[in-house]
């Protein structure tokens, strides 16, 4: 007990480890990851309080209080409502035992230690969630100025309509229209499986 205690406080006990796939099914993430939905992990962090599971939909964080508690909190953060900011890696210097990468999703900052050895499964993470978020925010821009278009559009077509007697069919048509390209716009810019880039850039 002091053993767990004394790791505990010293922080010894946080500093994680890379999960290897082989092993992904015996990780207590793996009951929350819907498989029925075709979820796949992609990279796994273990320390003895928390797990910090890649999907290719989200991230999911068993919360641990710490190392002797049991009780954990289940948090699970999609890529496209959570969007990631702010990644950085912290390599370890010459007495170091550990790296740490460090990311925000939406309010929830993290700042994860991993053990040195698993440096260069870290970089691929790192490469990974550099390439999200820069999709997601490509994707963002893109979408304001998609709406904005179509709000010009929208103008221009409703006062051409005030000269013509159907207002009502034309409204119908205009409206129809606003629904299906606002749904073929997103469809292309929210993206919500980012499967592919794990696949590009995870290499465990």
């Known amino acids: 007990m002091f053993g767990k205690l004394a790791a505990d406080v010293l922080g010894l006990s946080d500093v994680g480890v890379v999960v290897k796939p082989s092993d992904y099914d015996k990780v207590d993430s793996d009951d929350y990851v819907m498989h029925e939905d075709n979820e796949k992990i992609y990279f796994l962090i273990k320390s003895k309080s928390d797990e910090y599971c890649f999907t290719n939909l989200a991230l999911i964080h068993l919360d641990g209080t710490s190392a002797t508690s049991k009780k954990r909190t289940l948090r699970r953060f999609s890529y496209h409502t959570h969007k990631i900011t702010d990644v950085s890696l912290e390599t370890a210097g010459t007495v170091d035992l550990d ?73 119908q048509t205009l409206n129809q229209y606003t629904f299906d390209w606002l749904k073929d716009t997103q469809e292309k810019y929210v993206v919500k499986d980012f499967g592919k880039v794990f696949e590009k850039y995870i290499h465990n």
């Open 99 to 171: 790296v740490e990468i460090k990311f925000t999703m939406g309010a929830e900052h993290y700042s994860i230690d991993v053990n040195k050895k698993h440096l260069e499964a870290l970089k691929d993470l790192y490469k990974a969630l550099i390439k999200i978020s820069s999709m997601t925010h490509e994707n963002e821009v893109a979408m304001q100025h998609a709406q904005e278009s179509l709000h010009v559009a929208q103008s221009t077509i409703s006062s051409a309509m005030k000269l013509s007697a159907d207002i009502a069919t034309q409204f």
